[in-house]
């Protein structure tokens, strides 16, 4: 073993061949977010404080429900993408599989109680 190259250690062991687009995918929704952040801050901030009236009157309009809905979304896909390769590096065997089924699970149900939320506001 002692005359093994760093290369043929390493040899058979291989990629994933997913890193580039996991990467692609995260660069992407970051971009998204930096224009949708924005946009929900000041559509919500316009409305924070109001009373409960005004407020669903608010987010009847479909500009203010079309962002909300959209930065949910796209927020919710970045953090399921952030934390799986949080999990991917720091946690290994069966664990590894265990937290990042979960952690797809609450992702996309957050999402979905979220859009189905403003949704209910909404119509």
Do not use: N
């Not at 995260?26 to 009373?51: K, N, Q």
């Amino acid at each position: 073993m002692a005359f093994l190259t760093d290369r043929k250690r390493a040899d058979g062991l291989g990629s994933a061949k997913t890193g580039t687009e996991h990467h692609w995918q995260m660069m992407v929704s970051s971009v998204a977010l930096l224009i949708l952040i924005p946009l929900f801050v000041f559509t919500f901030g316009w409305i924070l404080g109001s009373p409960y009236e005004e407020v669903i009157a608010y987010y009847q309009r479909p500009f203010p429900a079309v962002v909300a809905i959209l930065t949910m979304l796209v927020g919710f896909f970045h953090f399921r993408g952030g934390v799986q390769t949080l999990i991917e590096d720091y946690v290994h065997g069966f664990m590894r599989k265990a937290l990042i089924i979960g952690m797809i699970c609450l992702s996309y149900a957050a999402a979905a109680f979220a859009v189905f939320a403003i949704l209910r506001i909404a119509l």
